[in-house]
């Protein structure tokens, strides 16, 4: 993905850049016979006001990792100890602090899904619950 579509997904996701930086791609492996591909198709490393989140094309799915926030999906709570909810139900590949997108528009989806439960995260810090459930 090239830095413009990087800048669109999260433009359109209404994530704030602080700064990117670009990454080697880190699907396709360190070869010859894939210099074209991981030069043509690079991965980004963005920061945000939440922390960095790397987003980049694998085969056929773009990999977003946010493991530098402090949203876990399905892991993370509000301060009255409920669930924030999972970044998303579909079936794909994901765990607590990645997914795969099948493409930008999906992309652009969870990223706002992203940016919704990174808010409540830091809403939760920010605001203790003296007498939390559970």
């Not at 790397?54 to 399905?74: A, H, L, Q």
């Not at 794909?92 to 808010?119: C, F, I, N, P, W």
Request: charged share 25%.
């Amino acid at each position: 993905m090239n830095e413009d579509k990087m800048k669109a997904i999260f433009l359109l996701a209404g994530l704030d850049i602080e700064s990117h930086y670009e990454l080697a791609n880190e699907y396709w492996p360190d070869c010859a016979e894939y210099a074209d591909v991981r030069r043509a198709s690079p991965w980004w490393l963005v920061k945000t006001q939440y922390g960095l989140i790397k987003i980049g094309w694998r085969k056929r799915v773009i990999n977003i990792d946010w493991s530098d926030t402090e949203y876990r999906s399905g892991v993370s709570k509000f301060a009255d100890g409920s669930d924030i909810d999972v970044l998303t139900k579909d079936d794909v590949t994901k765990a607590e602090s990645m997914v795969h997108a099948y493409g930008y528009a999906k992309a652009v989806q969870y990223l706002s899904a992203l940016d919704l439960r990174l808010q409540q995260v830091a809403y939760a810090a920010e605001n203790p619950v003296e007498n939390p459930v559970g």
